[in-house]
């Protein structure tokens, strides 16, 4: 399966960003960390909605993505991306995501990922989605995380 067919297509708005986060997707799938990692600005951050939620700062990321790459991506049994949006000032993707439990149980969350553009990078990741997935991503960083501003 080729990158356009796993991610929906070329994009044309948002350029080099747009591409940027479809690179990001990619190496996540890899679980290449480094290259996952350099997708972002140094000050990214992740906002959880609705929850209201931000976890902030490269070091309390790059501790999510080693909890993601060694825990919750071995609990994602599919993925299945419905669509995609680039625009000027983010990519947009909405997927569906199935998680596997302990007691052999799965469960589909539907999420919506926006992937702001920064200056040079990404800015990080705004998530919308149940907070019981966000429980299974984030692990224990989700009790680390900060009421995002009012």
Not at 27 to 56: H, K, Q, W
Not at 107 to 121: H, N, S
């Amino acid at each position: 399966m080729s990158d356009n067919d796993r991610h929906g297509g070329p994009t044309t708005p948002g350029g080099r960003f747009a591409e940027l986060a479809f690179a990001h997707a990619r190496a996540e799938e890899r679980g290449d960390i480094e290259a996952t990692l350099a997708t972002f600005e140094r000050d990214a951050c992740f906002e959880l909605y609705p929850c209201g939620l931000r976890l902030s700062g490269s070091e309390r990321i790059r501790r999510y993505y080693e909890h993601f790459f060694a825990v919750a991506s071995k609990r994602i049994v599919a993925h299945t991306m419905h669509a995609h949006a680039a625009g000027d000032t983010a990519l947009t993707m909405e997927f569906t995501v199935t998680v596997a439990y302990a007691d052999d149980s799965r469960r589909d969350f539907r999420a919506l990922t926006v992937f702001p553009y920064g200056e040079t990078a990404l800015r990080g990741e705004r998530i919308f989605a149940d907070v019981e997935f966000f429980r299974v991503l984030f692990g224990p960083l989700f009790a680390e995380m900060e009421p995002l501003a009012q």
